[in-house]
């Protein structure tokens, strides 16, 4: 009979050990902890466990499942295999010389286990199927295939929709340059200063994807003022074998399809993977049949905006290798491509005729934008007593706007259709040293931007960064620091001034050659909190200095997407911030469901906060209106982001509320793309063990806290349904959204100024399949190992 977990949990090492052994150190520490399962209840659950810091299999650890307390040990590899007749919502894991651990599956299936070493006292085990390098305020999204939806499962955080594989993740009212986006531990380029520049990513090609918020995070680079995410690179499949996974979607409304394919195979030690995706849309419907712009009446046709479809692709080819002494390494190679038309208001002020649509609602003209990157990167992990790893990456992001051929003021007309065309290329090196309670590393980054075009809006630029990295655990405080030297260099620009004949009248200087160094880096200092098995939380203090951005220093021209005239400031200094972050997190004390909560709040100030501000004055291109500045003004921004669950075997329902204040202190304004509060609820009722139906809601608030020159938005209220049919590796769901297809605006759109709102309802049907090979199929629902 096994014993209970709460006996278990009592039981001192000298009473269970026999005399013989008692020279051996074993502890055996149970800590009540469950959680309610959201998402699919596991029965097979296998996993590793391993020394933490060391990251070396802790072979013959005993690993005991529950409720049913069935007890395995792991093998050579620390690999472990565990299997109940009911599902398996913890596990118990003990080994000689280190710490028990308790860890809750949360619905998982893989589930990779650090312990540490006995003399260290720690308060809990934090666990999880991150690896080594988990981020202990990170937050798992849940990856639902679309990039949009998955980003935006967590509170607080909003994804802009930039067309087909283009996201601009926004968070806790920061976008671009101040949220970092990781592709394992590879900071992301590719024109990251626009809020209309996304990034060219498909979640379903990726492992998961992983929410981190606020600054001072001294792994994710100075770009991580706002917070980072983190996209898992492809880890290791549990056994032998292959695993396919594909899906297909078809969206009304806008007419979009979307496919995906993603390949692994292992054998022995050696494991290769391949995927890629391709996805097409039509022009936006919207629930709206005309606008007011500058004050302007327009009409719309037809209840779509007029040349806003467009086409991506993605793919990704890899390999991972295993030595025979626990070394490891990847090599990855990731590409993508989208084209999509522009909404003809972008380019000046829109003509009606330019408005007039046709039946053909997948094609596009000019303006349109054609975006694309290539990269290879590659990690090698040595495990010893320091562990050591070595990152290094290559890219090359490229994009290109092309515009129907206009004069600057009264100058000549171009000769081609292309406004602007920003090639960067990226590079990135990271060495890591890591031992049983500290780390230390180096990082160094170089970015190389050219543009061309008769569309001036930034300089050829270039961009050196090289950081020292230093974090240590201290009893169960986590403090790391970070310092950043930042060199950056554009160079100058003049274009001709032309008069109302046609003569010329000057030059107009856009931009002056410029050369600085910039210190910057980040401090921070994290403390968990236990309350008892199932209240826990913790505190964060963070100092965060980041170097200005190419753009914000250069910068002098005519922004296509979000229609104004933009310009740079080369007197700008770091920005710095100091915020304070807490978290509460309570747990169900019932296996199979019950009532959970989680709770988090910061509050930041910042020193030089650089943002957008209208000026009393107007470009020197005639169609270019007023001039927006990049200047620097003290800013405080604080949060609020709640969630409740209760669950059942047959009931779900679930509420999180995000709340948002930003102002500059010196006008008492908000500053630029303050998102309202933002209420979602759901109520899920599961059908057997395989089907869902889901209604959902979500209320915004009005928006009254804006910037100067933005208008006040006014509230919404969405309703949404679901419905999921699961069974042996497939799935189909179908889903409505904006079910009355109320007409709204979205406050931190660059559409919102031009009184667009956001998409209508659309309906949308989902299959996708999951299928497993060789020893893999002795494993149900195998799923591989996740590695951010």
Avoid at 300 to 310: A, E, F, I, V
Avoid at 697 to 703: M, S
């Amino acid at each position: 009979m096994s014993p209970s977990p709460h006996l278990l949990g009592t039981m001192s090492w000298r009473s269970v050990c026999p005399p013989l052994l008692s020279a051996v150190v074993c502890l055996c520490l149970w800590l009540t902890a469950s959680v309610a399962a959201i998402g699919q209840d596991s029965s097979v659950v296998h996993g590793h466990v391993y020394h933490a810091g060391y990251s070396t299999p802790c072979t013959s650890a005993a690993i005991q499942a529950w409720p049913c307390g069935a007890t395995v040990f792991a093998d050579e590899q620390g690999h472990f295999t565990v299997a109940c007749s009911s599902p398996i919502d913890s596990l118990s894991v003990i080994s000689h010389g280190a710490e028990a651990a308790v860890v809750a599956v949360d619905g998982r299936e893989h589930v990779d286990i650090e312990l540490h070493a006995l003399q260290v006292a720690l308060s809990s085990a934090e666990v999880s199927s991150q690896g080594a390098e988990d981020e202990p305020e990170g937050i798992r999204a849940q990856n639902s295939g679309d990039v949009l939806s998955t980003l935006e499962s967590v509170s607080g955080m909003r994804g802009l929709d930039l067309g087909a594989g283009l996201i601009q993740p926004v968070f806790r009212g920061l976008m671009g340059a101040r949220v970092a986006v990781l592709e394992d531990g590879v900071p992301q380029a590719g024109g990251r200063w626009g809020a209309d520049h996304g990034l060219l990513i498909d979640a379903a090609l990726y492992d998961g994807v992983e929410a981190v918020p606020g600054g001072g995070h001294v792994w994710l680079g100075p770009e991580a003022m706002g917070g980072a995410i983190r996209l898992a690179s492809m880890g290791l499949l549990g056994s032998d074998g292959t695993r396919t996974q594909s899906g297909m979607r078809y969206r009304a409304g806008d007419g979009a399809g979307r496919f995906f394919v993603l390949h692994r195979s292992r054998k022995g030690r050696v494991q290769w993977h391949s995927g890629w995706s391709i996805s097409r849309h039509g022009n936006r419907n919207v629930a709206q049949s005309s606008f007011e712009y500058i004050g302007r009446q327009y009409a719309l046709s037809s209840p779509r905006l007029p040349n806003t479809s467009g086409q991506g692709m993605h793919g990704v080819v890899g390999l991972r290798l295993a030595g025979s002494n626990g070394d490891w390494g990847t090599l990855e190679w990731r590409w993508g491509r989208v084209k999509q038309g522009l909404f003809p208001g972008i380019i000046g002020v829109p003509d009606q005729s330019d408005l007039e649509q046709d039946d053909h609602a997948h094609e596009w003209a000019l303006p349109l934008q054609d975006a694309g990157r290539m990269q290879l990167q590659g990690k090698w992990r040595h495990l010893g007593r320091r562990m050591r790893t070595l990152r290094l990456s290559v890219s090359q992001h490229n994009r290109k706007e092309f515009a129907p051929p206009h004069a600057h003021g009264f100058g000549p007309e171009p000769e081609n259709d292309l406004s602007l065309s920003l090639a960067e290329f990226h590079a990135f090196g990271e060495g890591k040293w890591e031992g049983d309670r500290g780390a230390f590393g180096v990082q160094f980054e170089g970015l190389d931007g050219r543009t061309t075009g008769w569309e001036f809006l930034l300089p050829n630029h270039k961009r050196r960064r090289a950081s020292l990295i230093g974090e240590r655990l201290q009893g169960k405080d986590r403090i790391g620091v970070r310092f950043d030297a930042v060199h950056n260099v554009h160079e100058a620009h003049a274009e001709p001034l032309y008069a109302s004949d046609g003569s010329a009248a000057g030059v107009d200087v856009r931009t002056h050659a410029l050369r600085r160094w910039f210190p910057g880096g980040a401090f921070h200092w994290h403390h968990p909190l236990v309350f008892d098995a199932h209240l826990r939380g913790s505190w964060t203090v963070a100092l965060h200095s980041r170097a200005p951005s190419s753009y914000a220093l250069g910068a002098n021209g005519i922004h296509h997407g979000t229609f104004r005239f933009e310009q740079g400031n080369p007197d700008l200094r770091p920005e710095q911030s100091v915020e304070v972050r807490m978290q509460l997190t309570r747990q169900s004390k019932v296996p199979s469901g019950g009532f959970s909560w989680d709770l988090r709040g910061f509050s930041a100030l910042h020193k030089g906060f650089i943002h957008l501000t209208p000026l009393a004055s107007f470009a020197p291109i005639a169609h270019a209106g007023q001039v927006y500045a990049f200047q620097a003004k003290d800013a405080f921004r604080t949060g609020l982001e709640t969630s409740w669950n209760w669950s059942s075997d047959a009931v779900r329902f679930e509420n999180s509320v995000a709340l948002l204040g930003q102002w500059a202190l010196e006008t008492g304004l908000g500053l630029p793309f303050t998102a309202p509060a933002d209420v979602r609820s759901l109520v899920e009722v599961k059908w057997r063990e395989h089907g869902k139906a889901v209604l959902k809601h979500r209320w915004i608030a009005a928006a009254r806290v804006t910037a100067r020159n933005e208008a006040e938005t006014p509230a919404a209220s969405l309703w949404g349904v679901q419905w999921g049919w699961k069974w042996s590796g497939c799935a189909l769901d179908f889903e409505v959204h904006n079910l009355m297809n109320v007409a709204w605006l979205d406050h931190v759109s660059a559409y919102r100024a031009l009184g667009l709102v956001a998409q209508g309802r659309w309906a949308s049907l989902q299959f996708s399949l999951d299928v497993r090979g060789g020893d893999a199929r002795k494993t149900p629902r195998l799923q591989q190992q996740q590695q951010f």
